[in-house]
């Protein structure tokens, strides 16, 4: 299937009556030519779920053809994002893929499998629209937007069971800043009135098509039960990945990779916090998982962050440095989209479907213990080495003779499933480990080397071994739990003291002149406070959010600290394979790793003192 063809909406929907008349709009902006195009009558069949999970999270899915136009006419699919205010009007990005009606095409269906998940995509409505458009251009031709008077027939089967009329107005990037006001002015003076901003479907459909999302994060406070705080948090992290996931297959933004793989890592780092209080076969599963995914997302990720700190640092170089530094960015690129490639995979397995689904399961159903005396020792507490490889999943070998569940991978014991594991250093750009459990996943391309894209699996589709996963347990099917109606507040306040803890027994054992891993283990505890801080400050209020926000100071002073140690060891690989010249601008650019290494080094302990000082924690 063709690649989509991707527009960023700008739009304002009006209501009219069903006599309104579209003004002239010649002149509106001195200028502007109107010109009015012919007539259309479209037919849309909009696509969802039985329970409308797309339009409950602000996304539709269509296909429309123009029927006057004959069969076939301007046919194909539209799937429209969330979007985003910009004043009166709303951003929306909308792609689009030519094609008849039928089964939804796996490239239109993958944009919206986070949404969906295991759900049957079928038809919910169909909409037909009688539009009369104007155009508007400037005097070289160049268009600045369309004014769309719409008169919508809601059909139920044949029937007519609603109507409707609506005025919208779209402008382009090159419309001057005046003509959405000046055309507005004109509409609302010809009795327009400011209309629902919604897509035409959820109009249509009614109060059903409004309801929120699938997943309901409930507010905190001080009344806040256990079950609340625990539903919030999951919801929390399994709604920023799902929000993001469109965005991270589109690949146009890295912020959305940025966005998924902090909900993964907020949810391991929840579910550590909540731990003593969760079904241990429930959480020590999902952790797993989400530890697989955090991997794929880490990689594309530091790739992106190694990639802006390089190009602003080449700027800074000699120009007769430009043709090496070219070629370093040749090759993080390289890797970057080897990366991605594997992260695609990931995103189209059931695998990962069935890990967004028992996340949603469990922000409705926390998955708790279900007494007091049920209630699990804490996890162990351990910290990823810094130097080890990471990969975009767990890679494949053959058990371990030893019979102790774990398995071999180049004559390397990788311990048992669960486990935290650190590969032998390689070519990697990434720092984060995987926790290797069950099944593994795809194994990464050979460097150099490009993979296609696999197709989505088919709904019902048994997926590849190498993407199963291991069972994992419905948080539904648990038993009830007596702790999940207990006040939050009588039982949070010990799950935060254990992580702050760790932070400080971490700072004291760092001695005067701290090797880089050691600094790196106080960056990972402290972001481990401060997002169990976070997950708490609903219901502690001030004094947990002043911590976290105190911590969060030193873990970012400690963040650029690690991304400089990052880059300097991806250099220094690529410097031994290179031309004479990349290994010159290699050499030139880890001078400048090691300096700002030097400047974090010094930095860091003024944000420290601040984060502990007694007055910010006494609460626990």
Not at 111 to 128: C, D, G, M, N, Y
Not at 283 to 288: L, P
Not at 592 to 599: I, N, T, V
Request: glycine letters at 8%; one cysteine or more.
């Amino acid at each position: 299937m063709p690649a989509p063809l991707t527009n960023l909406e700008r739009e304002v929907k009006l209501d009219v009556g069903l006599r309104f008349e579209l003004p002239e709009l010649d002149g509106v902006v001195p200028g502007v030519v109107a010109t009015r195009l012919p007539n259309a009558k479209l037919q849309a069949i909009y696509v969802d779920t039985a329970d409308l999970r797309l339009m409950r999270w602000g996304v539709t899915l269509r296909h429309r053809r123009d029927v006057v136009g004959g069969a076939g006419a301007e046919s194909g699919w539209t799937v429209k994002l969330p979007g985003d205010a910009d004043g009166v009007a709303l951003v929306r990005t909308e792609l689009s893929w030519p094609g008849p009606f039928g089964p939804v095409p796996p490239d239109v269906a993958s944009l919206v499998r986070a949404q969906a998940r295991t759900a049957r995509l079928e038809p919910v409505a169909k909409l037909i629209t009688e539009r009369h458009r104007v155009e508007l251009r400037d005097r070289d031709g160049r268009k600045l937007g369309e004014v769309d008077d719409d008169v919508v027939s809601v059909m139920d089967g044949r029937r007519l069971a609603a109507r409707f009329r609506q005025v919208e107005l779209e402008v382009s990037d090159a419309a001057p800043d005046e003509l959405l006001d000046e055309v507005m002015r004109a509409l609302t003076a010809a009795g327009a009135v400011a209309g629902d901003d919604r897509p035409k479907v959820i109009r249509a459909i009614g109060p059903r098509a409004s309801l929120g999302p699938d997943v309901v994060i409930p507010p905190l406070d001080g009344e806040a039960t256990v079950a609340d705080v625990v539903s919030a948090a999951i919801g929390a992290g399994v709604s920023r990945i799902i929000v993001h996931d469109p965005g991270v297959r589109l690949g146009d933004d890295p912020e959305h990779v940025h966005q998924a793989r902090v909900g993964t890592r907020r949810l391991r780092s929840d579910l550590r916090t909540f731990w003593r209080l969760l079904d241990p076969r429930w959480a020590g599963a999902v952790r797993a998982e989400l530890g697989w995914l955090a991997a794929a997302l880490g990689a594309v990720r530091d790739a992106d962050v190694l990639t802006g700190r390089l190009r602003g640092q080449i700027l800074s170089l000699a120009s007769v440095d430009s043709k090496g530094a070219a070629g370093l960015l040749r090759r993080l690129a390289t890797q970057r989209e080897e990366a991605r490639v594997q992260l695609l995979a990931v995103l189209d397995s059931d695998r990962y479907v069935a890990l967004l689904e028992n996340l949603v399961d469990a922000a409705a159903h926390p998955p708790l213990v279900r007494s007091e005396a049920e209630i699990a020792p804490p996890l162990p507490d351990t910290v990823a080495a810094p130097g080890a490889t990471p990969v975009a999943a767990p890679p494949v070998g053959r058990p371990d003779p030893a019979g102790n569940g774990g398995r071999h991978v180049n004559g390397a014991a990788t311990g048992p499933p669960g486990s935290t594991v650190a590969l032998p250093a390689g070519g990697s750009i990434s720092t984060v480990l995987v926790a290797v459990t069950g099944p593994p996943a795809l194994p990464a391309p050979a460097s150099g080397t490009t993979s296609p894209r696999p197709p989505p699996a088919a709904a019902g589709a048994n997926p590849p071994a190498e993407m199963a996963g291991p069972p994992v347990p419905a948080a539904s099917q648990l038993p009830p739990s007596e702790l999940a109606n207990q006040p939050a507040a009588d039982v949070l306040v010990p799950l935060v003291r254990r992580p702050w803890r760790h932070l400080r027994s971490a700072v004291d054992q760092l001695g005067d002149d701290p090797p880089d891993e050691s600094l790196h283990e106080v960056r990972i505890r402290a972001k481990r406070l401060r997002y169990a801080a976070e997950a708490v400050a609903g219901v502690i209020g001030k004094p947990a959010r002043q911590m976290a926000a105190a911590v969060a100071e030193v873990q970012a002073v400690l963040g650029d600290m690690q991304d400089a140690v990052v880059a300097e060891g991806w250099l220094r690989r690529q410097a031994a394979s290179s031309s004479p010249s990349q290994a010159l601008v290699a050499g030139e650019l880890i001078t400048l790793q090691r300096q700002e290494q030097e400047a974090c080094r010094q930095s860091w302990a003024k944000p420290w003192k601040r984060a502990s000082k007694k007055s910010l924690r006494r609460w626990l």
